[in-house]
């Protein structure tokens, strides 16, 4: 690869399998610091973020949650929420 960048957006997974391990409070630091350096249009960052490390709450999203099914496994998840109030424009679909 050309360079460091390059070669970790080419090498990156998806995981779907998890031992159910507790991550570290550390590590949940690391990775939100690393999603709030994201950019946004005009800086506006219309997201935040809700880290949910309680077993009880990771199985109720489980069972609700069509797409989160990995969570029965998963030491933790962090849920990405975007605010609409924040972001100054809108989406047009044109069909």
């Given at each position: ?67 989160a099914k990995m969570l029965d496994k998963a030491g933790a998840a962090i ?17």
């Amino acid at each position: 690869m050309e360079n460091e960048t390059l070669n970790t957006i080419y090498s990156r997974r998806s995981v779907r399998l998890f031992t159910g391990a507790k991550v570290s409070f550390d590590s949940l630091i690391k990775i939100l610091r690393a999603a709030m350096a994201a950019p946004s249009a005009v800086n506006i960052q219309p997201w935040s973020f809700v880290v949910v490390t309680k077993r009880e709450t990771l199985d109720e999203l489980c069972s609700r949650l069509p797409y989160a099914k990995m969570l029965d496994k998963a030491g933790a998840a962090i849920v990405v929420c975007v605010s609409r109030t924040k972001m100054r424009f809108s989406v047009k679909i044109i069909g």
